[in-house]
């Protein structure tokens, strides 16, 4: 059974720093990459960053490149998504999924149950 769990989530004030993790099973790790998400209320679900565990490129949207920094321990199946200098705007559910890569919902095959994330003013 594949199986994604997101955790780290949490409260942090604006400035401050979360790490999130995504510990993958059930499948081959290194056959996929993985991708982190995010939605606020009555936004879209959008893509923030992703690894290809193939070969560990990394690639990052615009909006949190130099806050944001994307890891794969491979021995662990997990990965994890450090964020800092967050601010009250990355307030949302995170999402880990495992799939080809990229930024859009419909590149990945499986998800996470999601973490919440909450920056303060």
């Known amino acids: 059974e594949v199986q994604l769990v997101e955790s780290g989530g949490g409260l942090v004030q604006a400035g401050g720093s979360l790490r999130l993790s995504c510990a993958a099973s059930?499948?081959?790790?290194?056959?996929?990459?993985i991708g982190w998400f995010r939605q606020a209320p009555g936004k879209e679900r959008e893509g923030i960053s992703c690894?290809?565990?193939?070969?560990?490129?990394?690639y990052y949207r615009d909006f949190v490149k130099g806050r944001f920094t994307i890891s794969s321990d491979r021995a662990e199946n997990t990965v994890y998504l450090q964020m800092d200098s967050l601010k009250p705007e990355d307030t949302a559910v995170y999402y880990c999924?495992?799939?080809?890569?990229?930024?859009?919902?419909?590149?990945?095959?499986?998800w996470g149950q999601g973490t919440q994330v909450t920056v303060s003013s």
């Open positions: 999924a495992a799939g080809t890569g990229g930024f859009t919902v419909l590149e990945y095959d499986y």
């Open positions: 690894i290809m565990n193939n070969d560990g490129s990394t």
């Open positions: 059930g499948f081959v790790f290194d056959d996929y990459a």
